[in-house]
């Protein structure tokens, strides 16, 4: 998991004991440099603190008439608690769902916590114990990634999941906010094979989606994570191997990436030990 309530940052004594010994954190990604390498390239395309990851062509009027296109904005606007919509145009669909209406979901269901990302904590402690930062891949890896898994469906179907979206939004939001409660607790209790809310199949059952059949959804879920799991574990090897044959290294990835990365180090002849963690 990457962000979550603020109360729910878990830094176990044996976690803070490690970081202690460690001279190095490497993270997938350094947040502070990918803002910084972003700006530098793009003048605009900044939204919600996301980038935009569209394709040059893409724009929503392309896939439906702007009479749709205006409603579709309204809906937004009405249902979201006057989330700004005027960027709708630069997003991909499923980009737009996940990164920006998910996150004003978050951000409306827990609205006396502030929501705090992992990464920003492990950023802090290296600061603060005078630990080198690493990434392992940059923010232009991991966007191409990003919008080649988003290709699976053509973005007209995106935007008809996009729109069944928006008026279920009631269901959709109870349905990610219940998801992202279990993730927490299973991250918590270490059972990470919860459902998560980028689990496609599971918010087409919820919600009995008409846009995305079950087995579509089936299909794009293992070509997603095919890409943005598996691929980018074995892309981050060298890198890990790199870091910790350089110095004692501490790596934190996302939850998702664990057990991937544990084979990958397994099948390279290194020794395994967990650690049991109390809270």
């Known amino acids: 998991m990457h962000n979550v309530p603020k109360s729910s940052i878990l830094f176990s004594q044996q976690l803070n004991e490690i970081i202690e010994k460690v001279k190095s954190i490497a993270l997938e990604r350094i947040l502070a440099n990918d803002a910084k390498t972003l700006?530098?390239?793009?003048?605009?395309g900044v939204f919600g603190g996301n980038f935009i990851i569209k394709e040059d062509d893409f724009e929503i009027s392309n896939y439906i008439t702007q009479s749709q296109k205006n409603n579709l904005r309204k809906i937004i606007v009405n249902k979201i608690e006057s989330y700004d919509s005027q960027f709708l145009d630069e997003q991909i669909p499923f980009y737009y769902i996940h990164y920006e209406i998910d996150k004003k979901i978050y951000e409306n269901n827990f609205q006396e916590e502030e929501f705090y990302s992992y990464e920003d904590e492990f950023a802090k402690q290296a600061s603060?114990?005078?630990?080198?930062?690493k990434g392992l891949e940059n923010v232009f890896g991991y966007l191409d990634t990003l919008r080649e898994a988003y290709k699976f469906f053509p973005y007209k179907k995106q935007v008809e999941y996009l729109i069944e979206i928006v008026n279920n939004i009631d269901k959709y939001s109870e349905c990610i906010i219940n998801s992202f409660k279990e993730q927490i607790k299973g991250y918590k209790t270490r059972k990470l094979d919860t459902n998560s809310d980028d689990d496609l199949e599971y918010i087409v059952k919820k919600l009995n989606l008409k846009s995305i059949n079950v087995e579509e959804a089936?299909?794009?879920?293992?070509?997603?994570?095919?890409?943005m799991v598996d691929r980018r574990n074995k892309n981050w090897m060298s890198n890990i191997e790199k870091c910790i044959k350089?110095?004692?290294?501490?790596?934190?990835?996302?939850?998702?990436?664990?057990?991937?990365i544990i084979?990958?180090?397994?099948?390279?002849?290194?020794?395994i030990t967990p650690i049991?963690?109390?809270?």
Do not use: I, P
Request: glycine letters at 6%; proline letters at 0%; zero cysteines.
């Open 39 to 44: 700006k530098q390239r793009y003048s605009t």
């Open 128 to 133: 603060t114990k005078n630990k080198e930062l």
């Open 218 to 227: 089936k299909k794009y879920d293992k070509n997603y994570y095919a890409l």
């Open 246 to 260: 350089e110095k004692s290294t501490l790596v934190a990835v996302g939850a998702a990436h664990l057990k991937g």
């Open 263 to 271: 084979k990958e180090l397994k099948t390279k002849g290194y020794k």
């Open 276 to 279: 049991k963690e109390k809270y």
